[in-house]
């Protein structure tokens, strides 16, 4: 199984970024996935979650009606539409799927708000 996360980098407030997920190694559209961010010294926050259709989806309250999630399984990817970012936002993000009964994890991408 591997996740590898791009798209990241440094944004000012206000703006958008899209980040993906490559994944490879499991039947990608069996499984529900999901992003996660963590800032240093706090713990890792869930994001958004899709189902493995892509019908389903949720969002932490903290960005809900500001970013979406998305994913093709066709390609085995997965997406998350971040707009109106906030320097609250600013963390790593991390794409992750639970698959074969274990929490798999990206090494992540940073994403930095700032003016």
């Known amino acids: 199984v591997q996740l590898v996360e791009s798209g990241g980098g440094l944004v000012q407030p206000g703006g958008s970024l899209r980040l993906s997920c490559a994944a490879s190694g499991f039947a990608f559209s069996n499984y529900p996935m999901n992003w996660y961010r963590q800032v240093p010294g706090k713990e890792r926050e869930l994001v958004a979650e899709i189902s493995s259709y892509g019908g389903g989806t949720d969002y932490a309250d903290s960005v809900k009606g500001r970013f979406t999630i998305s994913r093709d399984n066709t390609n085995d990817m997965v997406y998350l539409e971040m707009n109106s970012l906030k320097p609250e936002d600013t963390a790593v993000y991390y794409c992750?799927?639970?698959?074969?009964?274990?929490?798999?994890w990206g090494k992540g991408t940073l994403v930095t708000v700032s003016s």
């Open positions: 992750n799927g639970y698959i074969f009964d274990m929490d798999y």
